[in-house]
């Protein structure tokens, strides 16, 4: 059974849309923002006091011990995102193709594609998949030896105070940690998301238009 794990904050409206695109049991941590539509829906829904950018690794841990149980597969989704027709199968398909792996990434963006990020590796590119070793928070699937080989995220030391531009560093930190202790990190050929049509809310810098909001398809 599949597990969908969602970080929300003040987009209602974009987490129903994704909430209805998904099957399977659905855990939400909402940043400070209740939604009226809750209710109606068969989701695990946890209202946190907002934390926002600067502690944003500690909604990350408390996102990630939300499950009541283990599931086969989880998908990490941020409210922004929607999935393309058979995400799932297409990203079952890929995840069994890989030999060993410790995560897959399942957006692509146009703005950091066949890219280095934070582990300043140069891409791979295989038949079905990349390997990146890198990772964020966007929308990417895991198994449990995931959560085990992570454990818990240490507190960002980015100062935001000189660079408000920067992002949580959530993805940084993950990135690092498993990169550094030999786990393999991939990243699916073409997006299996798209992003919605909405304002960053972490990062009210970064303009709809930037690539990284264009989901390589």
């Not at 409210?79 to 060993?100: M, N, Q, S, T, Y």
């Not at 959530?170 to 498993?178: A, K, Q």
């Not at 991939?186 to 997006?191: E, I, N, V």
């Amino acid at each position: 059974m599949n597990c969908f794990l969602i970080t929300t904050y003040n987009r209602s409206e974009a987490c129903r849309q994704l909430v209805e695109k998904l099957n399977g049991d659905i855990y939400i941590l909402s940043d400070g923002s209740d939604y009226d539509w809750i209710d109606d829906y068969n989701v695990y829904f946890k209202v946190q006091k907002h934390k926002g950018k600067r502690l944003y690794t500690e909604t990350v841990n408390d996102l990630f011990k939300m499950p009541v149980k283990e599931y086969d597969y989880y998908f990490i989704i941020q409210d922004d995102l929607l999935p393309v027709p058979g995400f799932e199968r297409k990203a079952k398909e890929v995840w069994r193709d890989i030999p060993e792996k410790i995560c897959l990434m399942t957006y692509v963006d146009q703005g950091r594609l066949n890219k280095p990020c934070w582990t300043k590796f140069e891409p791979i590119e295989f038949k079905n998949y990349r390997q990146t070793q890198w990772v964020d928070m966007c929308a990417f699937m895991c198994q449990k030896e995931f959560f085990t080989a992570l454990g818990e995220i240490p507190h960002s030391k980015l100062n935001w105070d000189i660079r408000p531009d920067l992002s949580s560093g959530v993805g940084s930190l993950i990135s690092s940690h498993l990169h550094e202790k030999g786990y393999k990190i991939f990243q699916t050929l073409k997006s299996l998301f798209i992003s919605q049509d909405v304002e960053s809310q972490m990062n009210n810098w970064r303009d709809k238009d930037n690539l990284i909001n264009k989901a390589v398809l």
